[in-house]
């Protein structure tokens, strides 16, 4: 592949391929020597510009084409973190953080909808102590002692009712094709 891509930067195909081959590379590249995701993905984003408008400047008899891209991405970097140092009121205009950059995973809200239904359905194939059990100790996150006396069963009894209801659970769902 890098052979098409030694032929210049002169066409789009050869740009992408050149994307392909380099791009995740660089990102990793920029990533590191500026600590902000977004910037750089403007910043690799740039440095294929860049050398899509100086292919005529790319020389396979002085350096690779990784090397010449690198080059580009490190003058790149350091623009963008000169222009940084001259407005640094624009960092205070990024979006939000996703749950993704605080940590969690966003998760499609019809997965969990339908996650939610399975659930539901299995319980129902499972035994009314026992699901009586999980409902009001996991899924309501009550205290063991608070739900056994409100059922009127000791605390050991309740913790069988919920380790064999889960174990049925499982069961349960298996059969359905679902995976806990």
């Not at 991405?73 to 205009?93: C, E, F, G, K, Y």
């Not at 499972?126 to 739900?147: C, D, G």
């Not at 605390?155 to 499982?170: D, E, I, N």
Request: aromatic share 8%.
């Amino acid at each position: 592949m890098d052979e098409v891509v030694v032929a210049g930067l002169g066409s789009e195909d050869e740009v992408y391929a050149a994307y392909l081959l380099h791009g995740p590379e660089l990102y990793r590249f920029v990533l590191r020597g500026l600590g902000d995701a977004g910037a750089a993905q403007d910043v690799t984003q740039e440095t294929f510009l860049r050398a899509w408008r100086a292919a005529d400047r790319f020389d396979p008899a002085l350096a690779s084409l990784r090397v010449w891209l690198f080059a580009i991405a490190r003058n790149a970097m350091i623009d963008h973190a000169r222009a940084a140092r001259v407005r640094p009121w624009q960092r205070n205009l990024m979006d939000p953080p996703t749950a993704e950059a605080v940590g969690r995973s966003a998760e499609d809200p019809t997965e969990q909808l339908l996650l939610s239904w399975v659930v539901e359905e299995a319980l129902q194939r499972i035994s009314e102590e026992h699901r009586t059990a999980i409902v009001h100790t996991h899924l309501r996150e009550r205290p063991y002692a608070e739900v056994a006396a409100e059922l009127g069963v000791p605390v050991g009894t309740l913790r069988s009712r919920v380790f064999y209801g889960l174990k049925a659970l499982r069961v349960a769902m298996d059969e359905m094709g679902v995976s806990p």
